[in-house]
């Protein structure tokens, strides 16, 4: 079992930036991918962001592209997503996932933390 247990989130206006952060304990490895996803109220869960156990691969949804960063502190097994130029649109409930890189789907999840940007 992995647990995840995120931090960070608040209320912002646009234009300013939060840093999550996402704390890994338990069977952690090496040959896990980590991600970050959303939901805005009323819609599906979304991919944002996700980066490699090892920190040497990333990807980006479209919307993040430019705007976000993934990265991880090995020694403290903690994913962070920082977060710049935050639009009213970017508010919604954001979730740290894990998976093995053999797996498309993420099996284990924290419980979620709100980002809330102020027009």
């Known amino acids: 079992q992995v647990q995840l247990v995120e931090s960070g989130g608040g209320l912002v206006q646009a234009g300013g930036s939060l840093r999550l952060s996402c704390a890994a304990s338990?069977?952690?490895?090496?040959?896990?991918?980590m991600g970050w996803f959303r939901q805005a109220p009323g819609k599906e869960r979304e991919f944002v962001a996700h980066i490699t156990w090892s920190g040497s691969s990333t990807s980006y949804a479209d919307s993040a592209k430019g705007r976000f960063t993934i990265s991880k502190d090995n020694a403290k097994n903690t994913v962070y997503l920082q977060m710049n130029s935050l639009k009213p649109e970017d508010t919604a409930v954001y979730y740290c996932?894990?998976?093995?890189?053999?797996?498309?789907?993420?099996?284990?999840w924290g419980q979620g933390t709100q980002v809330t940007v102020s027009s």
């Open positions: 338990g069977r952690t490895s090496s040959t896990y991918v």
């Open positions: 996932g894990a998976r093995s890189t053999i797996l498309t789907s993420y099996n284990y």
